[in-house]
């Protein structure tokens, strides 16, 4: 009985515990936050179930109202659904337990708008994930975009005027994709994503088909911030609260992510896309700017909370390059990174958030070698997080950039490889720089005592044990990535 | 080429407000303007829905005797319609969003001309 509700049950766990926030909010404000954790934790056990159960059976379309697609509206629950929803939902979860203290120093009174707003944005991007239906992704996409403006404007002194510029940039980006949609609707007459797969190869050569799938890729661009269109991202990551980047950072970039890979590998069907112009290609190359300049632009700042923004832009690209291969190699690596990089992402933004906590600011120039003995455990996540980014074995970061170059090899597309090395070496200076002021002894100062004066000053439990646990993911993913590949070609559509 | 022009106006009209929101957005200094421009945007993406669904001498999609169901050309598709109304929601609270933040700017920073905003961020 449950089984068929997955889907409906998953993202209305999220509608219903926006609204049952307020309500116990308003009577006590502490309620708010066990009841964020416990919603977010239904949904991310419905969602692993879920995965599981879609391993069994296999796809689910929920019809709501019992009104057959393609005249009613419809949930498909199928692989890369179930495999988002597991990822966005359980990271969303882990990520609300860490919340509790940053968001009570930081969001003072505001706190029960604050979690339900979260609640609202984590319903948006599962309806994304999991709608049948191309208006309706509209409609979760601008639920999902408009909490997440609101969100991001919670924040330190510029943040409303970051939250604005992507508020701008991310609306005419909407309005894009809706416009393509329309394309879409005047030539097929149908929304239905699968209704529609079966229609548009008998419409092929009509040039608005082409137009449209341009429109949805820039508008959705705008969302996942591939390489032209991320100026947005490195402010409103750098300037909203902790708890806010800690979840918009794993999640936000990935579901546009996987709105590319719907309507690339599912919608179009990749001959379809690169039937008129090499699309896939293009975007690829766009990926590859994407990676060397989100590397070169965090070698260069000195924040941490920013390099890991424009860190963050790189890592999208690998994604979108494992979506432009177009092969089960790339699609498993790309899916795979999807989940690596929620976790490291997440790990990498909970430690920025322990540092600001204990110290006012995470300006990586002035870390010093006092830092392990203050903070032993978060900067032993740091270091696992870190080489994970860089990719060096056994952990996860590495296994996901291995398949991404098995793709490219099975392509025999030689840029794309040389751009995953050579990013690779660039994440290894950025990282590395702040290791080594942890860890090595500053020759500048050969009188330093901070590290005889330094003293425990580790955060509390409910923000280092999901520091913590993320970090031993990483290590878990890693050493299971053969059983998590062989699930993701699974579900590869080629 | 006239045909091409004239059989298609309502069409150059949505072209010709997409092109006007676009440059409200990119050249307009004012962050009140900009937002004006995301709007005309959107509307203008409104209008091509109701323009692509739109025809002559068409009647509501109720089956009537007056009507044969097998002419398609006497019944209006109400689809598109219905779908802007949701459309127009969403950008009714994204002008909502849009001021809201707008006002919070203007009380942090005393002013909402982009130029003096990045000097005053910086």
């Given at each position: 009985?449950?089984?068929?509700?997955?889907p409906?049950?998953i993202?209305?766990?999220?509608?219903l515990?926006?609204?049952l926030?307020?309500?116990?909010?308003l009577?006590?404000?502490?309620?708010c936050?066990?009841?964020?954790?416990?919603?977010?934790?239904i949904?991310?056990?419905?969602?692993?179930?879920g995965?599981?159960t879609y391993?069994?059976?296999g796809?689910?379309?929920?019809?709501?109202?019992?009104?057959?697609?393609?005249?009613?509206?419809e949930?498909v629950?199928?692989?890369l659904?179930?495999?988002?929803?597991?990822v966005i939902?359980?990271?969303?979860?882990?990520?609300?337990?860490?919340?509790?203290?940053?968001?009570?120093t930081?969001?003072?009174?505001?706190?029960m708008?604050y979690y339900?707003?979260?609640?609202?944005?984590m319903?948006g991007f599962?309806?994304m994930?999991?709608?049948?239906?191309?208006?309706?992704l509209?409609?979760?996409l601008?639920?999902?975009?408009?909490?997440g403006?609101a969100?991001?404007?919670?924040?330190?002194k510029?943040?409303?005027?970051?939250?604005?510029?992507y508020?701008?940039i991310g609306?005419?980006?909407?309005?894009?994709?809706?416009?393509?949609?329309?394309?879409l609707y005047?030539?097929?007459?149908?929304?239905?994503?699968i209704?529609?797969?079966?229609?548009?190869?008998m419409?092929a050569?009509?040039?608005?088909?082409?137009?449209?799938?341009?429109l949805?890729?820039?508008?959705i661009g705008?969302?996942?911030?591939?390489?032209?269109?991320h100026?947005?991202?490195?402010?409103s990551?750098?300037?909203?609260?902790?708890p806010?980047s800690?979840?918009?950072?794993?999640?936000g970039t990935?579901?546009?992510a996987?709105?590319?890979?719907?309507v690339?590998?599912y919608l179009?069907?990749i001959e379809?896309?690169?039937?008129?112009?090499?699309?896939s290609?293009?975007l690829?190359?766009?990926?590859?700017?994407?990676?060397?300049?989100?590397s070169?632009?965090?070698?260069a700042?000195?924040?941490?909370?920013?390099m890991?923004a424009?860190?963050?832009i790189s890592?999208?690209?690998y994604?979108?390059?494992g979506?432009?291969l177009?092969?089960?190699?790339?699609f498993a690596?790309?899916?795979?990174?999807?989940?690596?990089?929620?976790?490291?992402?997440?790990?990498?933004?909970?430690?920025?958030g322990?540092?600001?906590?204990?110290?006012g600011?995470?300006?990586i120039s002035r870390?010093?070698?006092?830092y392990?003995?203050?903070y032993?455990w978060?900067?032993?996540s740091l270091?696992?997080?870190?080489?994970?980014?860089i990719g060096?074995?056994?952990?996860?970061?590495f296994?996901?950039?291995w398949?991404?170059?098995?793709g490219?090899?099975d392509?025999?597309?030689?840029?794309?490889l040389?751009v995953i090395l050579?990013s690779?070496?660039l994440?290894?200076?950025y990282f590395?720089?702040m290791?080594e002021?942890?860890?090595?002894?500053?020759?500048?100062k050969?009188d330093?005592?901070?590290?005889?004066v330094?003293?425990?000053?580790e955060?509390?439990?409910?923000?280092?044990?999901p520091?913590?646990?993320?970090a031993?993911s990483?290590?878990?993913i890693?050493?299971?990535n053969?059983?998590?590949?062989s699930?993701l070609l699974?579900?590869?559509?080629? | 080429?006239?045909?091409?022009?004239?059989?298609?106006?309502?069409?150059?009209?949505?072209v010709?407000?997409?092109?006007?929101g676009?440059?409200?957005?990119?050249?307009?200094?004012?962050?009140?303007k900009?937002?004006?421009?995301?709007?005309i945007?959107q509307i203008?993406?409104v209008?091509?829905?109701v323009?692509i669904a739109?025809?002559w001498?068409?009647?509501?999609?109720?089956?009537d005797?007056?009507?044969?169901?097998?002419d398609?050309?006497?019944y209006?598709?109400?689809l598109?319609?219905?779908?802007?109304l949701?459309a127009?929601v969403?950008g009714?609270a994204?002008?909502?969003?849009?001021f809201t933040?707008?006002?919070?700017?203007?009380?942090?920073?005393?002013?909402?001309?982009?130029?003096?905003?990045?000097?005053?961020?910086?």
């Amino acid at each position: 009985m449950i089984d068929s509700h997955l889907p409906a049950i998953i993202a209305l766990t999220f509608l219903l515990f926006s609204v049952l926030i307020p309500l116990f909010g308003l009577w006590k404000e502490k309620l708010c936050h066990p009841l964020a954790v416990l919603g977010a934790g239904i949904a991310a056990a419905y969602s692993i179930y879920g995965f599981i159960t879609y391993l069994d059976t296999g796809a689910i379309r929920y019809f709501f109202g019992g009104w057959e697609a393609p005249i009613g509206i419809e949930f498909v629950y199928d692989g890369l659904s179930a495999f988002f929803a597991m990822v966005i939902n359980t990271v969303a979860f882990i990520v609300l337990i860490y919340a509790l203290k940053p968001a009570r120093t930081e969001l003072e009174g505001k706190e029960m708008p604050y979690y339900s707003i979260i609640m609202l944005m984590m319903f948006g991007f599962n309806g994304m994930v999991m709608t049948g239906d191309l208006f309706n992704l509209y409609v979760f996409l601008e639920i999902a975009s408009l909490t997440g403006y609101a969100l991001i404007a919670i924040g330190s002194k510029p943040a409303p005027y970051a939250a604005f510029r992507y508020l701008i940039i991310g609306t005419a980006g909407g309005t894009l994709y809706l416009l393509g949609v329309g394309f879409l609707y005047t030539v097929t007459g149908t929304l239905n994503i699968i209704d529609m797969t079966a229609m548009l190869p008998m419409v092929a050569e009509n040039t608005a088909v082409v137009a449209s799938l341009i429109l949805m890729v820039i508008g959705i661009g705008v969302k996942a911030a591939i390489f032209p269109m991320h100026g947005w991202l490195p402010d409103s990551y750098t300037y909203t609260a902790t708890p806010t980047s800690v979840l918009i950072a794993p999640i936000g970039t990935k579901v546009a992510a996987y709105i590319l890979f719907r309507v690339f590998l599912y919608l179009f069907g990749i001959e379809l896309v690169d039937a008129v112009v090499p699309l896939s290609y293009l975007l690829g190359l766009f990926a590859c700017a994407g990676i060397l300049y989100g590397s070169i632009m965090a070698i260069a700042q000195n924040e941490m909370k920013r390099m890991l923004a424009y860190s963050s832009i790189s890592q999208i690209g690998y994604i979108i390059m494992g979506l432009s291969l177009a092969n089960p190699w790339g699609f498993a690596g790309a899916l795979l990174h999807v989940l690596n990089h929620a976790v490291m992402k997440a790990c990498l933004f909970m430690i920025a958030g322990n540092i600001r906590m204990q110290e006012g600011h995470s300006d990586i120039s002035r870390f010093d070698d006092g830092y392990r003995k203050k903070y032993p455990w978060t900067m032993a996540s740091l270091s696992v997080a870190a080489i994970s980014m860089i990719g060096l074995p056994p952990l996860a970061g590495f296994f996901s950039k291995w398949y991404l170059a098995l793709g490219t090899v099975d392509n025999e597309n030689w840029l794309f490889l040389a751009v995953i090395l050579i990013s690779s070496l660039l994440n290894a200076v950025y990282f590395f720089r702040m290791l080594e002021k942890v860890y090595m002894k500053d020759p500048n100062k050969p009188d330093e005592k901070t590290l005889e004066v330094a003293e425990y000053n580790e955060v509390s439990g409910s923000m280092l044990s999901p520091t913590i646990l993320l970090a031993i993911s990483m290590f878990v993913i890693g050493l299971a990535n053969v059983a998590i590949v062989s699930v993701l070609l699974g579900i590869a559509p080629f | 080429m006239i045909e091409f022009f004239t059989g298609h106006y309502a069409y150059w009209f949505t072209v010709i407000l997409l092109c006007v929101g676009t440059y409200g957005i990119l050249f307009k200094k004012n962050l009140i303007k900009k937002t004006i421009g995301l709007s005309i945007l959107q509307i203008s993406v409104v209008m091509f829905f109701v323009s692509i669904a739109s025809k002559w001498d068409a009647t509501v999609p109720v089956r009537d005797t007056a009507f044969p169901v097998e002419d398609v050309a006497n019944y209006l598709n109400p689809l598109p319609h219905t779908l802007m109304l949701t459309a127009i929601v969403v950008g009714v609270a994204t002008l909502g969003v849009a001021f809201t933040l707008l006002v919070a700017i203007y009380n942090r920073y005393d002013t909402l001309d982009e130029q003096e905003l990045l000097e005053k961020i910086q």
